[in-house]
C-alpha cells in the first residue's frame, strides 16, 4: 500500500515562509504526478499545485508567484515552498499521489498537515 508522509506545517506570521515535504512509499515515486491540495474549514479540498513526471508545475491563481512545487525522484519527495503567506493560506494541507492506468486514475493522500498563517 502506498502510502504518504507530510511535514513542514505549523504556525506562521504573515509575510513568513514555510516548506512542505511529502514523502511516498514504494518504488513508483517517478510515475505519479504530485500535486499538494489544501481544505479550510468546510467541505471543499482545493488544489494549490501540481507536478508532473517531467516536472511540469501548474498552481491556483491564489497561489501564483508566492508558492513553489518541485520533486526531488531520488528522495520520493515532494515538496511546496510557501513565500508571502496570507491568512487566507490557513487550511489543512493535503499531498496527493495520482496514476493513471488505463484511464483509470488512482489516489493517493497522506493525513494531512496544518499550516496556520497568524500573527
Known amino acids: 500500500q502506498v502510502q504518504l508522509v507530510e511535514s513542514g506545517g505549523g504556525l506562521v506570521q504573515p509575510g513568513g515562509s514555510l516548506r512542505l515535504s511529502c514523502v511516498v512509499t514504494g518504488n513508483f515515486f517517478s510515475f505519479y504526478v504530485m500535486g499538494w491540495y489544501r481544505q479550510a474549514p468546510g467541505p471543499q479540498r482545493e488544489l494549490v499545485a501540481s507536478?508532473?513526471?517531467?516536472?511540469?508545475?501548474m498552481y491556483a491563481d491564489s497561489v501564483k508567484g508566492r508558492f513553489t512545487i518541485s520533486r526531488d525522484n531520488a528522495k520520493n519527495t515532494v515538496y511546496l515552498q510557501m513565500n508571502s503567506l496570507k491568512s487566507e493560506d490557513t487550511a489543512v494541507y493535503y499531498c496527493n499521489a495520482k496514476y493513471t492506468s488505463y484511464g483509470i486514475d488512482r489516489n493517493y493522500w497522506g493525513q494531512g498537515t496544518q499550516v496556520t498563517v497568524s500573527s
Open positions: 507536478i508532473t513526471t517531467r516536472s511540469e508545475a
